[in-house]
């Protein structure tokens, strides 16, 4: 899994992967996020994740964006999907991520 990542500004942070997350990956994906994110000089407030090139997402992966978005609004920031498939939006709503994520 390729990972890339992009500042916005002080606060925003915008990460793109492709390819599969799953328990393979999604462990490294979810730690090197955080690391970036407790790396920054700056206070991250604003995660996007950009999931153009996301084709599937497991339990794992779902969970690690859940442990994300915690970590996001513990810090009163907010946690943003992009590009998100119809595939993996129903699988979002099955678990109702939904409800509080933020998708555009």
């Known amino acids: ?10 606060e925003g942070l915008v990460v793109k992967a492709s390819g599969r997350l ?10 090197r996020i955080k690391n970036f ?3 920054s000089e700056d206070v991250i407030t ?5 999931f153009e090139e996301i084709v599937f997402i497991s339990s794992f ?3 690690v964006i859940l ?3 915690k970590q996001l609004k513990a810090q009163e920031g907010v946690l ?6 119809e595939d993996l939006m129903n699988s979002f709503k ?3 991520f939904d409800k509080f994520l933020l998708f555009e």
Do not use: Q, W
């Not at 604003?46 to 950009?50: A, K």
């Open 94 to 96: 099955m678990v109702g």
């Open 22 to 31: 799953d328990l393979d990956n999604a462990v490294e994906f979810g730690s």
């Open 61 to 63: 992966g779902l969970k």
């Open 1 to 10: 899994m390729e990972i890339k990542f992009k500042k916005i500004g002080l």
């Open 37 to 39: 994110i407790e790396d």
């Open 67 to 69: 442990e994300l978005y």
């Open 80 to 85: 943003k999907l992009t590009n998100v498939s």
């Open 46 to 50: 604003e995660l996007t994740l950009d």
